[in-house]
């Protein structure tokens, strides 16, 4: 056999990919071609808001965490914050950016690149964001996607800030999750 590294099982995946031996033979009879898949198409990402913040890297992280006074923290993020990478007080300009659709973290790092934006070097501007603007969890949930945690099973994931009327929280989601229009992506400017 020409190409012997594939085994039966790849070559019947090729075969229930082309819609079995019905497919294989139009393909073979050169009724139909196998293309390359298109990329998905991003969705159309926008800037919602803007926010001036001043970020106080005096603070333990864990402590920047406790000055959001949100309702529920996931106790092991008090525990397990990353580092911060700042000194001092910092003046930033945040953005919130809808990604118009649902969305992956790859996909918001992508739109915070294409708006010209900077990723955040750690959660600072995330629990800022929550201490200045509590309102805002309320309405919206906000999603850091550049700083990676790892959770009590080893999982990376990302910060959220969330909540509902009345009710406000900061949590933890994997990585490779999927999100909803209403989770905005926060990013900071040049």
């Known amino acids: 056999m020409k190409y012997g590294e594939l085994n039966l099982g790849q070559i019947e995946a090729i075969v229930n990919k082309l819609g079995g031996m019905a497919g294989v033979q139009r393909f073979l009879a050169g009724e139909c071609t196998v293309a390359p ?5 991003l969705p159309k990402p926008r800037i919602e808001r803007t926010f001036k913040l001043t970020l106080d890297y005096s603070m333990a992280p864990a402590d920047m965490l406790r000055a959001t006074k949100c309702d529920y923290i996931y106790q092991w993020m ?14 930033v300009t945040a953005n919130l950016i809808d990604m118009g659709g649902y969305w992956t973290r790859n996909e918001s790092l ?9 990723r955040t070097p750690d959660n600072a501007a995330l629990w800022t ?6 309102d805002l ?11 990676v945690w790892q959770d009590e ?3 990376p994931c990302v910060t959220c800030l969330g909540g ?6 900061a949590r933890l989601d994997r990585v490779e999750s999927r999100w909803v229009r209403r989770n905005l992506v926060l990013a900071l400017s040049k």
Do not use: Y
């Open 110 to 118: 992508a739109a915070i690149d294409a708006l010209g934006l900077v």
């Open 78 to 91: 008090l525990e397990h914050c990353p580092g911060l990478k700042g000194t001092g007080r910092v003046e």
């Open 137 to 147: 969890q309320c309405e919206i949930w906000v999603v850091d996607p550049e700083t």
């Open 37 to 41: 898949k298109e990329p998905p198409t």
């Open 129 to 134: 964001l929550s201490k200045d603007h509590p």
């Open 153 to 155: 099973n080893g999982n």
């Open 164 to 169: 509902r009327p009345g009710e406000r929280s």
